[in-house]
């Protein structure tokens, strides 16, 4: 990364540049140099919002597998003869899925990123468990 000084001489540089354009050739020069640099800068604002993007798309992602990671977690715990049929249990396994049903639901909306039909029916689960 360029330091402060660099990156003051070179905006200084480049107003130099125009009032000299401007002096030189008159206005259309100084216009179309104006337009290159505007242009310049809209390109590097655009690369670097893409880039945002794409970090914020892989956290998304990786928020999304630690969750669905933690609800089969949770489903192996609900499994287990000490913890079988435990409505507290039973009560957070449906709410961790409901979470993760919205949150492919946003991934869908907002990012370009298929995700499996894997969505969890938390109705039939405790209609099973009520039985």
Not at 82 to 103: A, C, R, T, W
Request: charged share 25%; aromatic share 12%; glycine share 4%.
């Amino acid at each position: 990364m360029p330091d402060l000084k660099t990156k003051i001489f070179v905006g200084v540089s480049a107003v130099l540049n125009a009032v000299l354009l401007s002096f030189l050739f008159g206005l259309v020069p100084f216009l179309l140099y104006l337009s290159v640099v505007v242009n310049i800068l809209l390109v590097w604002y655009c690369f670097r919002l893409f880039r945002s993007t794409d970090d914020l798309q892989r956290d998304t992602l990786n928020i999304f597998e630690n969750l669905e990671s933690y609800a089969d977690h949770l489903e192996k715990i609900h499994g287990m003869e000490m913890f079988y049929g435990e409505p507290v249990l039973q009560d957070l396994i449906n709410h961790s899925k409901n979470l993760i049903n919205d949150l492919v639901d946003l991934q869908e909306e907002y990012f370009e990123y298929e995700t499996i039909e894997e969505e969890y029916d938390t109705d039939e689960e405790t209609s099973e468990e009520e039985e």
